[in-house]
């Protein structure tokens, strides 16, 4: 009895050394398996968790994790589970104690799910510092459901939000400025995978022409408010016309009613429209000497605050700062 209890125990443990051996295979650029560290581009490290459960973790040559999942079988033929994908930018070495700044850690970029080989559920993928950059929805290994699109650089800001029907856009597909309301600035309409129309909703406000020359021309007077410059906050009528101005930099009475009448008889604006029609918006309004030394120009801003302590700003004789609807992601 005892001699077959030592036997049952020492398969027992040659059984859970099996179980637990971790392979190692090197693979090249093409994924091939190969021989050694020479020819490859990376290694896999696979380990038996079950019958029908092996975990993979993918690293590059200097150790860095790729990818880490778990698959069906050892042949890593067919996925099932959790897979994380990373993503690690390297400095190029000419660049090497030149480029400031550069984040060179290997952060998360896409984590999803397989079910038998075939992507399912929510998937997402993500920038540096956790941030999302979309989010789609797979069944039976095709997009179906709600995608969603972020901006690169404010956090859960949604730009565009549409819907997929095995793998094919369907419906309407919005896209947004920095609006926390969500508001569309415009939207475009599928059918089987193709736009049927497109809607241009969000018209942002234009500066009349010629301002900078009637602002320097009616505060050239002034010399602090030229040097310095000043804030105000006003309302673009529908009309374009400015409505309740205030000043927001403190002056003496004196040049706080002289800015006031400025503000008061400036020229039209065009106002913001949405569908056709223009909606009166109370905006910040800033006048400052341009930051170039040599340029005695004027810089004219209008700021929109978005929400969450954003502010969207348009600067006179530039391109409007809001997303144009079709822009495309980097």
Not at 25 to 40: C, Q, R
Not at 101 to 129: A, C, H, M, P, Q
Not at 251 to 280: H, Q
Not at 309 to 321: A, C
Request: charged share 25%.
């Amino acid at each position: 009895m005892l001699k077959l209890l030592s036997t049952l125990a020492f398969a027992i443990l040659l059984n859970l050394s099996c179980f637990c051996q971790v392979k190692k295979i090197y693979l090249n650029s093409e994924g091939t398996s190969v021989s050694g560290p020479k020819k490859a581009a990376s290694y896999v490290l696979i380990e038996k968790l079950a019958d029908s459960a092996y975990s993979v973790r993918e690293y590059n040559l200097r150790d860095t994790v790729i990818f880490k999942g778990t698959y069906k079988d050892s042949l890593m033929n067919v996925p099932n589970g959790r897979f994380t994908y990373y993503t690690k930018k390297i400095l190029p070495e000419v660049l090497n104690g030149v480029a400031k700044g550069f984040d060179t850690n290997n952060y998360i970029s896409k984590v999803g799910y397989f079910l038998n080989g075939e992507k399912t559920g929510l998937w997402i993928e993500l920038g540096k510092r956790n941030f999302k950059r979309c989010s789609y929805f797979y069944k039976n290994n095709m997009l179906n459901g709600t995608y969603t699109r972020y901006d690169n650089y404010h956090k859960d800001y949604i730009i565009e939000e549409g819907t997929y029907i095995d793998d094919k856009r369907e419906g309407d597909w919005n896209f947004y400025g920095y609006d926390t309301l969500k508001t569309p600035v415009a939207t475009q309409i599928y059918k089987n995978n193709k736009i049927v129309k497109e809607i241009t909703h969000y018209k942002p406000v234009e500066f009349p022409n010629g301002i900078p020359f009637y602002l320097k021309k009616r505060l050239k007077t002034l010399d602090t408010v030229m040097q310095n410059g000043f804030e105000a906050e006003i309302t673009i009528a529908e009309s374009g016309e400015i409505k309740e101005p205030k000043i927001i930099t403190l002056f003496s009475a004196e040049v706080t009613n002289t800015l006031v009448d400025v503000l008061r008889n400036m020229p039209k604006f065009i106002p913001e429209f949405y569908d056709g029609k223009p909606k009166a918006k109370r905006y910040k309004f800033m006048f400052a000497r341009k930051v170039n030394v040599l340029d005695n120009g004027v810089d004219v801003i209008l700021g929109t605050d978005v929400g969450n302590g954003m502010i969207l700003t348009q600067v006179y004789g530039s391109p409007s700062s809001h997303r144009n609807f079709d822009e495309k992601e980097e």
